[in-house]
């Protein structure tokens, strides 16, 4: 029972990575391109909701790597994948604030 657990929430930690950074990568991309406030916006809106998605999916993880330590490789190496975001936001802000200052 715990594996099947630790399994769905390793599934969840990974689609919540994965699609974060898609999703993500696309609203940075239309703003870049564009330059149009609604994808800055939306952009916001976004990191907000995935943030706190992700921090409480990795806080489940964390839970469990506490709980089954046994399984501390697998969870780790998902709660890694969702830690690999970060530094990638911090570039898509740094880059919608650099691109926010060009003329189009």
Not at 50 to 75: D, K, M, R, S
């Amino acid at each position: 029972m715990e594996t099947n657990n630790i399994n769905r929430l390793r599934i969840a930690g990974r689609f919540c990575a994965k699609y974060s950074f898609i999703i993500g990568s696309i609203i940075a991309l239309l703003f870049c391109l564009t330059g149009a406030v609604l994808f800055q916006i939306v952009g916001v809106v976004f990191a907000i909701a995935a943030v706190g998605l992700n921090l409480l999916v990795f806080a489940l993880l964390f839970i469990n790597i506490l709980i089954y330590p046994h399984q501390y490789i697998e969870i780790g190496k998902t709660m890694i994948l969702m830690l690999l975001n970060i530094p990638v936001a911090v570039f898509y802000l740094w880059l919608t604030q650099e691109f926010q200052h060009l003329p189009l």
